[in-house]
């Protein structure tokens, strides 16, 4: 009886953890580096992306997640840092990268990626040339 209440709790206590992993995000990894991604998923998420955010750990960043690939503009409305952007497709690869995305407070142009993507990352500036980003490279997540 003792041995099923400590199992009943073992039990209990690791779906709280996955729980809790799932809402902080995913690990995207490409081949040199993995990324700490939180996810915005809902359009409120989307929106409101890193706006604000004064700083963004080394190995941190965002990921978008929608439903469909499309061709997914990209904005640095109220984002006080610089950014690296990566396009993802479907089926996990580099289909467009935008580096070194300065911030824009006011009058701010959208970065228009050439390919469909499903997937977008924004990670710290320099991220891409430290790692070795390129177009084609296929990731996991």
Same mark, same amino acid.
């Given at each position: 009886?003792?041995?099923?209440? *400590?199992?009943?709790?073992?039990?209990?206590?690791?779906?709280?953890?996955?729980?809790?992993?799932?809402?902080?995000?995913?690990?995207?990894?490409?081949?040199?580096?993995?990324?700490?991604?939180?996810?915005?998923?809902?359009?409120?998420?989307?929106?409101?992306?890193?706006?604000?955010?004064?700083?963004?750990?080394?190995?941190?960043?965002?990921?978008?997640?929608?439903?469909?690939?499309?061709? %997914?503009?990209?904005?640095?409305?109220?984002?006080? *840092?610089?950014?690296?952007? *990566?396009? *993802?497709?479907?089926?996990?690869?580099?289909? %467009?990268? /935008?580096?070194?995305?300065?911030?824009?407070?006011?009058?701010?142009? /959208?970065?228009?990626?050439?390919?469909?993507?499903? %997937?977008?990352?924004?990670?710290?500036?320099?991220?891409?040339?430290? %790692?070795?980003?390129?177009?084609?490279?296929?990731?996991?997540?």
């Amino acid at each position: 009886m003792c041995f099923r209440i *400590i199992l009943f709790c073992l039990l209990i206590t690791s779906i709280s953890y996955l729980a809790q992993a799932k809402e902080k995000g995913k690990l995207v990894c490409f081949k040199n580096a993995c990324v700490s991604a939180e996810t915005a998923s809902t359009p409120e998420e989307k929106h409101r992306g890193l706006m604000f955010r004064k700083t963004l750990g080394g190995l941190s960043g965002m990921l978008f997640v929608n439903q469909h690939e499309g061709l %997914y503009p990209f904005w640095m409305k109220n984002t006080l *840092i610089s950014l690296d952007i *990566i396009w *993802i497709s479907k089926d996990k690869k580099v289909v %467009y990268i /935008a580096k070194n995305v300065q911030p824009c407070l006011e009058t701010c142009e /959208a970065i228009k990626p050439a390919c469909p993507a499903q %997937y977008i990352l924004e990670v710290n500036a320099g991220f891409i040339e430290k %790692y070795q980003i390129k177009v084609g490279q296929r990731l996991d997540f």
